[in-house]
């Protein structure tokens, strides 16, 4: 048995029941063959894959607030602190009833590869809780955040683990979770990010995930003779992320005719208008449903079915195995010629190998979505230095990012003889400048 299969064999065995951990592992460890199997002696002398896959910390506490009609509620809240090989701890906070410690271990662990691809010093985390934001009251909201808080803060900070938004988490929460830091610590410092721009946010950050997106899929195509101007595209989700891949998508004159949520999804062949949907999801907090009510040209579908409608391009931006085997088919027989991962491992792996087969240009997202992290990681620049640097700066920063993980991982795979598999060259890119860190900084 190789190494790398050891390896895997232990973490399923180690972590039971923990099946999205389970497959983030063993795609970054089928990725790695290139590597390790050419130097097998040296990484298993060096324990550098079971050092990899095993979190330096994982925090879990209760989270005890008061709900509107006097019930004290409980829910679970979560750090995991993987790899801190190359900056400071940061990832995400997400809120939603789907968090479990298997979701936040594979979250947390895709984030040191992808905070590695950034070029910028941050180390790789996740965080969250299995409370659910959605029909909640502000004050509801604000008592839950102060809660998770009020423990989360004995381990983060502006040098040690910065954690930021996801799903569930927005301007609101992070809002509210400041607050509450500052509250108890007396420091006025940059421990979160994707703060509002009156207290330390940074331009350019609530839209960096889907910009990112967008930018990376132009740089793509063009190094395929090919350009994103006239394309019809297929997003889902209708979050953060989806809603600014959508916004940057039509800018460069491309149409995207779906979005979903978690209860439908929208067809409006007139292209999706985006500030109706702002005003639906982020304003309203409300259902697609409102969406196809308000606009004639619209379809809403309840259930899944966003992958069934042709397009040049699909762009997965809501959550976890959303886009499967059969999904891929009907892409693949309906033309698509690009997909690059706005969330989270969306693509199951046989979806993936699938689209790779069939000559899809698949970007994963520890690549496609990076420039959210990115993005916060200028934030913390901005904060060290006290300074607020200009949209336009922001955005030429993380465009050159974008570009830069783009080159990367192309020249990644074509040096480890896998040309255009750009999920082997994200993971070995993203392997080799951790691990060297690792190593360079002695056993631990
Ligand atoms: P949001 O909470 O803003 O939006 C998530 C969207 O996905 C919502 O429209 C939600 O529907 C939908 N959704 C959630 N679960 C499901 C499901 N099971 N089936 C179908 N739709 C679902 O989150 P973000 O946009 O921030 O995050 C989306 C993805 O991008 C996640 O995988 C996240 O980890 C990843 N990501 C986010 C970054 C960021 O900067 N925000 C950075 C990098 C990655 P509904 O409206 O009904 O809740």
Redesign the pocket.
Same mark, same amino acid.
């Given at each position: 048995m190789s190494y790398r299969e050891e390896v895997l064999n232990r973490v399923i065995t180690e972590n039971p029941r923990q099946p999205e951990f389970h497959q983030a592992v063993r795609e970054v460890m089928e990725s790695l063959g290139p590597v390790i199997d050419a130097n097998e002696a040296f990484y298993r002398r060096e324990a550098i894959l079971e050092r990899l896959t095993t979190p330096d910390r994982q925090i879990q506490f209760r989270v005890t607030w008061v709900d509107d009609q006097g019930n004290v509620r409980v829910n679970n809240g979560y750090r995991i602190q993987f790899n801190n090989a190359i900056g400071p701890y940061k990832g995400?906070i997400?809120l939603?009833p789907?968090v479990n410690r298997s979701v936040m271990r594979f979250?947390a662990f895709e984030q040191i590869f992808k905070n590695s691809l950034t070029g910028l010093p941050i180390g790789g985390a996740k965080g969250g809780s299995d409370f659910d934001p959605?029909g909640k009251s502000d004050r509801e909201v604000m008592l839950f955040c102060q809660s998770f808080m009020s423990e989360l803060y004995k381990y983060i900070g502006a040098d040690v683990d910065v954690p930021?938004?996801?799903?569930?988490t927005?301007a609101r929460e992070i809002g509210y979770l400041y607050g509450t830091y500052k509250r108890l610590t007396g420091r006025y410092e940059g421990v979160l990010t @994707?703060k509002g721009l009156t207290y330390g946010g940074s331009l350019v950050r609530t839209e960096?995930?889907g910009y990112g997106v967008i930018y990376i899929l132009e740089e793509m195509l063009k190094h395929h003779g090919n350009d994103i101007e006239g394309k019809t595209i297929a997003v #889902? /989700?209708? @979050? +953060? %992320?989806?809603t600014y891949t959508i916004q940057k998508a039509q800018q460069l004159g491309a149409k995207v005719v779906t979005c979903?949520? #978690?209860?439908g999804w929208i067809y409006d062949p007139e292209g999706i208008d985006v500030a109706l949907l702002k005003d639906v999801?982020e304003v309203r907090r409300a259902?697609l449903t409102e969406y196809a009510a308000a606009r004639p040209s619209a379809q809403y579908h309840e259930g899944k079915g966003v992958w069934s409608i042709p397009v040049d391009i699909a762009l997965p931006?809501?959550?976890?195995n959303?886009l499967d085997l059969e999904d891929a088919k009907m892409l693949v027989n309906n033309g698509v010629i690009a997909v690059v991962e706005?969330? +989270?491992m969306?693509t199951t792996i046989e979806a993936t190998k699938y689209f790779q087969a069939n000559k899809v240009l698949f970007i994963p /997202?520890k690549a496609g +979505?990076?420039g959210? %992290?990115a993005t916060s990681a200028l934030e913390m620049s901005q904060n060290s230095e006290r300074l607020s640097w200009s949209f336009e700066e922001v955005d030429s920063k993380l465009q050159g990012i974008m570009k830069n993980i783009y080159q990367q991982v192309s020249g990644a795979a074509k040096e480890y003889g896998k040309p255009e598999d750009f999920v082997t060259g994200a993971n070995i890119a993203g392997f080799l400048k951790v691990t060297t860190a690792m190593h360079a900084q002695g056993i631990y």
């Open positions: 995400g997400r939603h789907t979250l959605k930021a938004g996801d799903i569930g927005g @994707g960096a995930t #889902s /989700g209708a @979050g +953060n %992320v989806a979903s949520d #978690s209860t999801k259902r931006c809501a959550t976890q959303e706005g969330a +989270n969306p /997202g +979505n990076a959210g %992290v």
